[in-house]
């Protein structure tokens, strides 16, 4: 059978639609999937942020409890001297005892303060790759796409994909409405039966 290639250019037509249609359903699906992805990676490292600030709250926390524990232990020590060169009959507070006891007070403390400073900076480090993580949250939400100017760029592309075939196809005359050609398709092979078997009929109306 013959189709006037007005229809095969619709047909054509049709088929471009439905792709660009198709293709802009794609698009969308896949910025959505991104943009899912980019949220789920944005939590995480959140999260981590949020570890680390508290990995260094505890860091510091226990620096000063440490702190407070030598000063305690440097003052048990202190009294113990005192109480040694007591016994001993000497003036714990002048001389040589004296100097004993501003040396161990000193250095206790000088104990204390390096616990501290330590606490100190391993918050400073904690601190410091939350913020990192925090930047690894902003730069995954920033690489979001918007699903509505992907389907709408989606859209315009198939647009002029189609409205190029139409050119194309109205280039070569198949919407002329004046013009008269056809495309052959292929028939389904008629056939009618007779007493010896089957015969087809051709399209000149000849039988073999």
Not at 20 to 29: E, H, N, P, T
Not at 171 to 196: I, L
Request: proline letters at 1%.
């Amino acid at each position: 059978m013959c189709l006037p290639t007005a229809v095969v250019g619709g047909i054509g037509l049709l088929g471009s639609i439905a792709s660009a249609a198709f293709g802009a359903v794609g698009a969308v699906q896949q910025a959505n999937a991104q943009n899912a992805m980019a949220e789920y990676n944005a939590k995480v490292a959140e999260n981590n942020a949020k570890v680390m600030e508290q990995e260094g709250a505890y860091a510091r926390a226990q620096a000063a409890r440490n702190a407070d524990e030598k000063r305690r232990e440097t003052a048990r020590l202190i009294g113990a001297q005192r109480a040694k060169m007591g016994a001993s009959g000497a003036v714990v507070d002048s001389g040589s005892f004296l100097d004993l006891t501003l040396d161990t007070a000193e250095g206790g403390e000088l104990d204390a303060m390096a616990l501290l400073q330590e606490g100190d900076m391993q918050a400073w480090r904690a601190q410091l790759q939350a913020g990192n993580y925090y930047n690894e949250a902003s730069q995954a939400r920033a690489s979001k796409v918007n699903s509505g100017s992907v389907l709408a760029g989606s859209l315009l592309s198939g647009a002029a994909g189609v409205a190029g075939s139409y050119f194309s196809l109205d280039q070569a005359g198949v919407f002329d409405s004046g013009g008269s050609s056809e495309v052959y398709a292929p028939p389904m092979g008629n056939r009618t039966a007779s007493r010896g078997g089957f015969k087809s009929e051709n399209r000149m109306g000849g039988m073999y």
